[in-house]
Structures are given as structure tokens and as C-alpha cells.
């Protein structure tokens, strides 16, 4: 059974920092592709940051610089390191593993 589950959403003051985690189980972690998404009340669901096996990156222009992605193999977690925090970074996020979504976990920027 195929299970992705994300944790970490929280909320914050503006600049404040999260690390959304992303842990993902009945599926191999071998030549994947995985990605953070997000989706602000009223907006559709958007890329935020993706992941290869390789280790490639890809990040919206939005949040480079301010967002990591990253892999903890042994673990089969992914993590979305979120930092300078913005108010129009307040979305549901949202992790997909291989076409598998989780259930999403609320971040709210806010002061």
C-alpha cells in the first residue's frame, strides 16, 4: 500500500522559517521524481520545488533562493526547507512521490 504523508505546516510571522517533511512508504525510492506543491485558497495548485533521484533541482521563481528541497533516503523522506517566510507563501502543501499525493499540510504566514 502507497502511502504519502506530509508533516511540518505550521504558522508563522512573516521571515520566520518551517521544514515541511514528506515521508513516503510502499514505493521505491529508485529512480524517482518528486515534488512540493502548493495551493492558495482560490488559485490552482502550482509546482513549488521538484527533485530527481539524480539530485537535479527545480524551483518556481518565486522561491529560489528562499526554499531547498531535499532527500533523506534511508528515511524516504523529502523535506521542504521554507525560509524568509512571505504572506503569499500561505497555500496547502501538497508533496507528490511518483503520481502519489499526500493529503497536504496547511502553512499560514501571517503576523
Known amino acids: 500500500q502507497v502511502q504519502v504523508v506530509e508533516s511540518g505546516g505550521d504558522s508563522v510571522q512573516p521571515g520566520g522559517s518551517l521544514t515541511l517533511s514528506c515521508t513516503v512508504s510502499?514505493?521505491?525510492?529508485?529512480?524517482?521524481?518528486m515534488g512540493w506543491y502548493r495551493q492558495a485558497p482560490g488559485k490552482q495548485r502550482e509546482l513549488v520545488a521538484q527533485?530527481?533521484?539524480?539530485?537535479?533541482?527545480n524551483y518556481a521563481e518565486s522561491v529560489k533562493v528562499r526554499f531547498a528541497i531535499m532527500t533523506n533516503n534511508p528515511e524516504n523522506t523529502i523535506y521542504l526547507q521554507m525560509n524568509s517566510l512571505k504572506p503569499e507563501d500561505t497555500a496547502v502543501y501538497y508533496c507528490?512521490?511518483?503520481?502519489?499525493w499526500g493529503q497536504g499540510t496547511q502553512v499560514t504566514v501571517s503576523s
Open positions: 507528490n512521490f511518483q503520481g502519489f
Open positions: 510502499g514505493l521505491s525510492f529508485r529512480n524517482y521524481v
Open positions: 527533485i530527481l533521484e539524480s539530485g537535479m533541482t
